[in-house]
Structures are given as C-alpha cells and as structure tokens.
C-alpha cells in the first residue's frame, strides 16, 4: 500500500479528523488514535485500521509519553481548539525539536490566526464563513447546508490528507518535517474554487437557487416519478439535452431555448409532469444507453447492488457483514486494503503499542497504576 511504514498519532477528535486518520489508515500508514481514559465508549466511526491508547494528558507523565511516540513518528495530528497543544506543552516548537522530520498537522475550523481562530463551531460555521454556504439551497429559501460533507469532511479530513501527503513527499527531498495549518474554512473555500474561477462567466449571477448547477436550471435537478422515487438529471450540454428531450417525448421547436433562464420555471414545471407520468423503472428503459445524463436517485441500500456499482466492487463489507464504500480513488499497483475488522475499542491496544514504542512491561505496569495510561481489553463500543 501506498502509504507502508508510515507512523502516525491521531488525537482524538469529531468528524474531520477521524476521517484524515481513516484516509491514511486505509491506504496503508499505522495509526494510533490516542484517547483519553475513563472513557469507556467511542461514537468515533471512523476508526477502521487504527490502534487505541488511552492516555491521560492532564498528567505530566501522559505528556512525556506522547512526546515518547511523537519522536518515534512521521506524523502527529491535532484537532484541538487553538492553543490547546501548547498549553500541554505539547506545540510545535516542542515536538519538532525533539523530531524534525516530524508532519505536524493542526485541523481546525478557523486556522492558527485570526480574530476567530480560538473560536468553537461546527460545519456549517465554516461553511458560512467558506462564502459557499449563501450559495447553497433552493430558491427563495435560506441557506442549506448539504449535512456536514463539504467543510468536515472534503475540506477539512480530506484536505488534511491531502497536506500530509504532499509533505511526506517533500520530506522525502528535504528530510525535513513541518507544520500543516489546515483551516476547514480555507479547505472548504478551496474545494469552491471553481465558483470563485467562473463567477465572471455569469452562471452564478441570478439569486441563490436560480443559477445553472444550484437547482435553478430544469435540465439540472431532481424529479420525482409516479412511483414516489427520484431521478437525477444533468443534461448540461445541447447534445445530452436534445437526448433528454427526446426521452421526454417534448420537441425542442416548440419550447424556449435551453439557456433562456426567465423561461426555466415554466420548462421546470413541464419537465416535473413528464417525469411524473412514469415510474422510475420506465424511466431507466428510456434513457438507459442515452447520454440523456439521467440516473436514478439511489438509496444507501441500493447502491451497491446497483450493475455499475456492482461491477466495479465500488462498495465493500466489512467482517460483520456492514456495507461501506470502497477508498477512493483506485491505484493500480498499491491500491488502499481497508481493514475490515470493527475499529477499536478506546484503548484496546495501550499495552501493544506502548510495547512496540520500546516501553518495558514494568514501566507500562506502573502508567497503569498511577493512571496514565489505561487498557480496555473488551469492545466497549455503541
Ligand atoms: C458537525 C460536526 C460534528 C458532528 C459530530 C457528531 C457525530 C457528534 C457531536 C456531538 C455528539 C453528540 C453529543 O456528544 C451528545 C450525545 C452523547 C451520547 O453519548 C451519544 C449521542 C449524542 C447526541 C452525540 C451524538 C454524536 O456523536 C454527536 C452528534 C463537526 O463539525 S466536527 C468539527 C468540529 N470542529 C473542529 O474539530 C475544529 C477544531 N476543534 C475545535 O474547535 C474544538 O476542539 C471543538 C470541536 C469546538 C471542541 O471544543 P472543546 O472545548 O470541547 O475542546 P478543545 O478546546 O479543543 O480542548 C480539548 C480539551 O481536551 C483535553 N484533552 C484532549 N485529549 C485529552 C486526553 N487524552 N487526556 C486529557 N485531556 C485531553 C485538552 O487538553 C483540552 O483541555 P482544555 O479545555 O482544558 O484545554
């Protein structure tokens, strides 16, 4: 796998960084989530591949151990409110002193500067602040944040993966780690980019939910059939509309230009009756083998079954029988192996990893003791 040999510590956080560490799991780096103790249960669902150490970081001794494993590391990754590592001692100028090749990743809402950067939020905080938030949601209604995909996840755990991989690249010229300053604003922003690029072109002009790819367009949307289901459609270019027109059976002499936007609320509702008139099934048969762009609205419970994504294994099980999609994207040679065991219980593996880190059984007897670290043998997980 790509990522073998390398070392990571995740301390534990929400949504984001969990991801993160999920990525580089996946495709092949160890991870270590660090936990804290008398804590019993995780809600971390994104602990596939990983380790658990359950450690006590109010205690100078917890400090000094992850210091132990962050010597011994490629990468440590944050998720704590601004300030927080620092306050443990446990900043930058520390652990990369101690390791210079260490990638030390902050992920955060609002990143290490500005008037907000020691601030709590969530998702769609950032995603306000992103500016992608106001161009979110149908017309004529407020703002809709798509659940916390867009900041959380592609602009924060992905991008972060995505920072962490561009500086093992780099260490690999330099020898030397760095910092990497992941703000789920800036990650969401970015992922926008291509709204900021084509604002000039003019299709993001007309209000929220009036625009070309924002539900405004009828040849780009949803419709429900007569079934209660829902077919996308995303016939953009003439060629593919002209395809989705004939499906329709509506002929295109008789109706307004594609791209006369005063006329979409009438060719909407138009399009909403035929798609209407049919069940989803009847739908498929039509345009099935069309490049009319229109594809059926699947459910998480249809998906994999679905032939396409049947046929490229697109979804996965994992050992107790629970669906997930496979990582993306697909590398010829060293393509991600996700583990397929339930991920770990908060400190399962305190013992083992503090092992494999050159501790001696008598000093991880007497963390233990004094409550430094914890070991929880049994699947305490909801
Ligand atoms: C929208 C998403 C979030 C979705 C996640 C949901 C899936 C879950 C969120 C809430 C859950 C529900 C809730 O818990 C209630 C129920 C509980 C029940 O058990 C289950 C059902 C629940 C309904 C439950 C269900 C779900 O699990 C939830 C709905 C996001 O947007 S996630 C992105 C969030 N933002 C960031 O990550 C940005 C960076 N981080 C931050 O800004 C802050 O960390 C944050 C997130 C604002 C939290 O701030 P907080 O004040 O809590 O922490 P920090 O200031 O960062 O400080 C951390 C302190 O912890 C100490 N510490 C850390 N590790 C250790 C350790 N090993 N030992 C000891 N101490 C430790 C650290 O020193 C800090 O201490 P101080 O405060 O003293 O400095």
Known sequence: MALLGVKVIELAGLAPAPFCGMILADFGAKVIR???????????????????????????????????????????????????????????????????????????????????????????????????????????????????????????????????????????????????????????????SFLWKSRRLGIWSRPRGENLLDSGAPFYDTYKTLDGKYLAVGAIETEFYDQLLKGLELDAGELPPQMSFSDWPELKQLFTERFASKTQADWLMIFDGTDACVTPVLSFDQVSSHPHNRERGSFMKDSSGEEFPRPAPILSRTPAEPCLASGPAVGEHTVEVLLDYGYTSAEIDEMLAAGVVQCNTGKAKL
């Open 34 to 192: 660090v936990d804290r103790t008398k804590v019993f249960s995780t809600l971390d669902t994104q602990a596939r591949g990983k380790r658990s150490v359950a450690l006590n970081l109010k205690m100078p001794e917890g400090v000094a151990l992850l210091r132990r494993l962050c010597v011994q590391s490629d990468v440590v990754l944050e998720p704590y409110r601004k300030g927080v590592m620092e306050k443990l001692g446990l900043g930058p100028s520390e652990l990369l002193s101690e390791n210079p090749r260490l990638i030390y990743a902050r992920l955060t809402g609002y990143g290490q500067s500005g008037c907000y950067a020691s601030a709590a939020g969530h998702d769609i905080n950032y995603l306000a602040m992103s500016g992608l938030l106001s161009q979110l949601g149908r017309s004529g209604e407020k703002p809709y944040a798509p659940l916390n995909l867009v900041a959380d996840f592609a602009g924060g755990g992905l991008t972060c993966a995505l920072g962490i991989v561009l500086a093992l690249l780099e260490r690999t010229r330099s020898g030397k780690g760095q910092i990497i300053d992941a703000s789920m604003v800036e990650g969401a922003a970015f992922t926008g």
